[in-house]
């Protein structure tokens, strides 16, 4: 019997850790479909960023309590997780507790600070529950996260509690068992949470005991397998992608737009010929229409949103009602980049679907409502940058497209002709100056 549990662990474990990595590597392929982009330079400030952003959450102490209570559950996922080695061993070795010697009295203490924090993500779990199902916080109803997105949320919050609950139930059976003489349980001692559950089970068998610890036992550990297959499809994709987000994000003043090489070469060969490559060039092409035409940075940003919705909040034309969100900006950009993928999986190669980011997924009303105020870009925990991606689309819209307001084409003539945006020729602009002098 004993075997037969260790084999069905093994092929459990297996299965879990290649389907992640198959999911993963998907992943990684939608985003490489973006342009090439160098970002790996200044790497002692990459990684203090990375520390600072991902690691230390430092935009999210902007708001002290919801910052402490969002990190009690990041260190929940990744302190208790930790537990998981241990019983990744037992599960392989057939061992019950296999740290507790080796750790003595280290043991108890470890394990009294994960029941601890067990305790603490489920009682912020169903804080956050409250926020987003009975107060109803403005940006945890927006139209952007209806459907699946805010069913998302929930079903991640709700995972954590009845995680950080089997964990808790399982010690209290085992501490019953314990107090019975049972075979193979490890005298520990009381833990703090599960001492306290620990009575509730004082008047079961020892066979019973031993169906609910190793019952919590199987789903705890099956189901943070379930959790990690469950997170490439998830927002919470952030928990591992804000780390190589935070790392990659431009070191530029915000604010900063790229530059438009062809645009620059265009006048450059204007106005010097002899520059001009021999032969026929490559067609140009300005901004981006669909997800290639973006770069992998882009693709990363989508991938790592957390869906918080602080750049939707921070927006100004959002806030007065506009169409445009940041934050359904950077879903959009992951939903078509998965439908990419699923095309490229389907055919071998990308075969054209008669869609486009730009139109089909994104809309000209919400590109045009932007101001490039960078507000969004400010806001996000984890060095997103939804504006980038919005430059890029309107570049395309303006100047593949020729779709502008009238208001626009206006501005644009008097740039090309005037040198400015008003209608007044440069001979003209010192004319208010000379008038005051006369005056």
Known sequence: MQYAQQAAFVLLAGFAIWLFTRNILRIRRNILLGKDENLGDNSSLRWKNMMLLAFGQKKMFRNPT????????????IIINIEVLEIA???????????????????????????????????????????????????????????????????????????????????????????????HYKETGDFLISGILAPAFKHFSAGQLITIERTCWWIHIAGIFAFLNYLPYSKHLHILFAFPNAYYARLEPKG???????????????????????????????????????????????????????????????????????????????????????????????????????????????LRACTTCNACVEECPVSINPLEIILELRRSLIMEDSNAPQEWNVMFGNIENNFAPWKLSPDDRDKWAMEMENG
Not at 133 to 145: G, P
């Open 66 to 77: 919801v910052a402490i209570m969002h990190f009690i559950i990041y260190a929940g996922f």
């Open 89 to 183: 061993l037992d599960g392989m070795l057939g061992t019950h507790r296999l740290f507790l010697e080796p750790l003595g009295g280290f043991y108890t203490f470890v394990i009294n600070f994960f029941e601890i924090l067990a305790l603490a993500v489920i009682t912020v779990c169903v804080i956050f529950l409250l926020r987003r199902n009975v107060l109803k916080l403005k940006r945890f109803i927006s139209r952007d996260l209806d459907g699946w997105p805010r069913s998302d949320a929930n079903y991640i919050l709700i995972s954590e509690i009845i995680l950080m609950t089997l964990f808790l139930t399982m010690n209290a059976a085992d501490r019953n068992l314990q107090l019975q003489g049972s075979e």
């Open 256 to 366: 900063k737009m790229s530059n438009m090489e062809n645009v620059q070469n265009e006048v450059k060969y204007m106005m010097q010929p002899e520059l001009t490559p021999a032969g026929d060039a490559p067609v140009m092409k300005f901004g981006a229409k669909d997800i290639t035409d973006l770069s992998w940075k882009n693709l990363l940003d989508a991938y790592s949103c957390t869906e918080c919705g602080r750049c939707s909040a921070a927006c100004p034309a959002n806030s007065t009602g506009k169409l445009l969100s940041p934050r359904k900006i950077m879903m959009s950009t992951r939903d078509r980049a998965e439908e990419v993928g699923k095309n490229i999986d389907r055919n071998g190669s990308f075969v054209a679907d008669g869609k486009t980011l730009l139109n089909d997924y994104i809309t000209v009303e919400e």
